[in-house]
C-alpha cells in the first residue's frame, strides 16, 4: 500500500522517503539524517534564508539574461525566490547548521524548496524536476563554492544591521546617565585603589564613547564581506557560466539587495578566502571584550550595598540568593559577561576553520556560519538587555560618593604642585597610618593655609584641570 505520506526521490546514492507536503527534497532529506548535531537549523536565521533566495533570484535573472533559461522558468523561479523573501517557506530550511559538505546541504536546501515551489507555479507536482531542476535551473551556472558563501556574506551585512542598531541604542542610554549623573563626585581609581576625583558623568561618558567607536569599526569590517564570488562556481575558473555572467549576476545581486556588492578581482583566490570573515569576528570580539569589560565596572561600582563600593545602584532584576535574605546580585551585567565570553570562544573557532582550509576550498565555512550568526544575535539581544533591564534604570549614592572623596587619600596628588611629591608622600602615610584626613594634617603641618587648601582642593575645580 502506497504510504501518502511521503514522496520518494532519488539522488546519486539513491531514492529515500520525502514527506510529501514538503518543499525540500532528497538532499535536504539527507542533511537533515546525517547532521543532528546542534540545536541551531537555518530556519532559526531568516536573514541567512532571505540571503540564499536573493542570491538564487539573482542567479535566474542573470541566466535568463545571457539565454540560459527560458521565460517560464525564470518567471516560477523568481516568484518562488521573493516569497521566500517575504518570509514564506522558512519553515522548509531545517538543515543543521553545523554539517559537512562545506554547505551542500544548505545550498541544495535552497535549490530544492525554490525548485518545488516553481513547479507548483508552473502547475506541476512537487517532485516533477523534469520540469524545474534544482541542479539545473536553480543552481545553473552556480557551485555550493560561490553560492553559498556569497549567501553567508550578505546575511551578515544584513544581520550587522540589527547588530549596529542595538549598540547604537546602548550608547545612547549610556550617554543619557552620563549627563544625569554629570554632577556626581565620586573617586577615581587605578589598580583598584584611590587615585583622583571624577564624576560619574565622565565614567558613563566613557563607556558610550568606549563602545561608540565599535560603530565604525563594525561597519569598516562588515565592508569587507560586500566583496562575493559569485560566478567562480567550483573553485573560481567559471566552469559551467557563460563570459559575462558572473558580472551580471553581481550587479542583479546588488541592485535586487540594494547592497554595494562587487565582485572579487582574483575568483581563484577568492573562493577559498575565508579571512573577511575573521575580520569582521575580530570585531565582534573586541565588541564583546569592551560589553565586558563595562560589566565588570559596574558590577564592581555596584557592589555592596554595605561592604563594597557601593557607587551605584543597578535595578533589581531577580532575588540573589535561596539561603540569604535580602541578597540581590548583578544579573544582568552577569549574563552580558557570559555572552561575551561565547563570543570570544566562537572568534577562536572562526579562526581555527579558516586557518584549517585547503587549497582551492575551506570546507569549514559552516562552522564559521554557525559562530558568526550566533555571536551577532547573542550580542545584539544581550546589549538590548542590558539597556532595558540595566543601565536605563541605574541611579548613583551622591551623599556616599562625596564622603568617599573627603575622606580619600587620592586627593593628596592634588597637591603635589605646591607642597611636592616628598611633603605630599609623608601626608599621604600619615593620613593612612593615622586616619586623619589629608586636610587637618596638611593644616597641622603648616604646608598651606586654610583658604589655598580650600580652593586645592575642590573636587570640582580639579575635574577638568586642564579645560579639555
Not at 156 to 185: C, H, P, W, Y
Not at 243 to 262: D, W
Request: hydrophobic share 40%.
Amino acid at each position: 500500500m502506497e504510504d501518502k505520506k511521503f514522496r520518494v526521490e532519488a539522488d546519486l546514492l539513491g531514492e529515500l522517503n520525502v514527506p510529501v507536503n514538503a518543499y525540500y527534497g532528497v538532499q535536504t532529506q539527507r542533511g537533515i539524517n546525517n547532521y543532528q548535531i546542534s540545536n541551531a537549523k537555518m530556519s532559526d536565521y531568516p536573514d541567512y534564508v532571505i540571503a540564499m533566495a536573493y542570491v538564487k533570484l539573482a542567479a535566474v535573472e542573470a541566466n535568463h539574461e545571457v539565454g540560459l533559461i527560458n521565460d517560464e522558468i525564470t518567471n516560477a523561479i523568481a516568484q518562488a525566490c521573493k516569497e521566500i523573501i517575504d518570509g514564506k517557506w522558512h519553515e522548509d530550511f531545517p538543515v543543521d547548521m553545523v554539517q559537512g559538505g562545506a554547505g551542500t546541504s544548505v545550498n541544495m536546501n535552497a535549490n530544492e524548496v525554490i525548485a518545488n515551489r516553481a513547479l507548483e507555479i508552473m502547475g506541476h507536482k512537487r517532485g516533477e524536476y523534469q520540469y524545474c531542476s534544482p541542479n539545473d535551473h536553480v543552481n545553473c551556472a552556480q557551485s555550493t563554492n560561490d553560492a553559498y558563501p556569497t549567501a553567508i556574506r550578505l546575511a551578515v551585512v544584513r544581520m550587522n544591521k540589527g547588530l549596529v542598531a542595538s549598540l547604537t541604542d546602548l550608547v545612547k542610554a549610556f550617554r543619557k546617565k552620563a549627563e544625569e549623573f554629570k554632577d556626581n563626585i565620586k573617586m577615581g581609581r587605578t589598580q583598584l585603589q584611590d587615585a583622583v576625583p571624577m564624576t560619574s558623568g565622565q565614567e558613563f561618558a566613557a563607556f558610550a564613547n568606549n563602545l561608540e567607536e565599535e560603530l565604525a569599526n563594525l561597519e569598516y569590517n562588515v565592508g569587507m564581506l560586500r566583496e562575493i564570488n559569485m560566478g567562480g562556481t567550483a573553485i573560481g575558473t567559471g566552469l559551467n557560466a557563460v563570459p559575462g555572467y558572473a558580472k551580471k549576476c553581481t550587479e542583479r545581486l546588488s541592485a535586487l539587495t540594494g547592497e554595494p556588492l562587487v565582485l572579487a578581482k582574483d575568483l581563484v583566490e577568492a573562493t577559498p578566502d575565508t579571512g573577511d570573515y575573521v575580520s569582521y569576528s575580530g570585531a565582534l570580539k573586541r565588541l564583546a571584550v569592551k560589553l565586558s569589560k563595562i560589566c565588570n565596572d559596574l558590577r564592581l561600582m555596584a557592589s555592596g550595598p554595605r561592604c563594597g563600593l557601593h557607587e551605584i545602584n543597578l535595578p533589581p532584576m531577580a532575588p540573589g540568593s535561596s539561603i540569604m535574605p535580602g541578597k540581590v546580585n548583578p544579573v544582568i551585567p552577569e549574563v552580558t559577561n557570559q555572552v561575551c565570553f561565547k563570543v570570544i570562544g566562537n572568534d577562536t573557532t572562526i579562526n581555527m576553520a579558516a586557518e584549517a582550509g585547503q587549497l582551492q576550498l575551506n570546507v569549514m565555512e559552516p562552522i564559521i556560519t554557525e559562530c558568526l550568526f550566533e555571536s551577532i544575535e547573542w550580542l545584539r539581544k544581550v546589549m538590548n538587555t542590558l539597556r532595558e533591564k540595566c543601565i536605563e534604570g541605574i541611579t548613583v549614592n551622591a551623599a556616599h560618593n562625596m564622603n568617599t572623596v573627603k575622606n580619600s587619600i587620592g586627593i593628596v596628588t592634588a597637591l603635589n604642585p605646591y607642597i611636592g611629591y616628598k611633603n605630599s608622600t609623608k601626608v599621604a602615610k600619615e593620613s593612612l597610618e593615622t586616619g586623619k584626613s589629608v586636610y587637618d594634617i596638611v593644616l597641622e603641618k603648616g604646608l598651606l593655609t586654610k583658604e589655598q587648601l580650600d580652593s586645592m582642593l575642590d573636587p570640582k575645580k580639579m575635574l577638568n584641570a586642564h579645560n579639555l
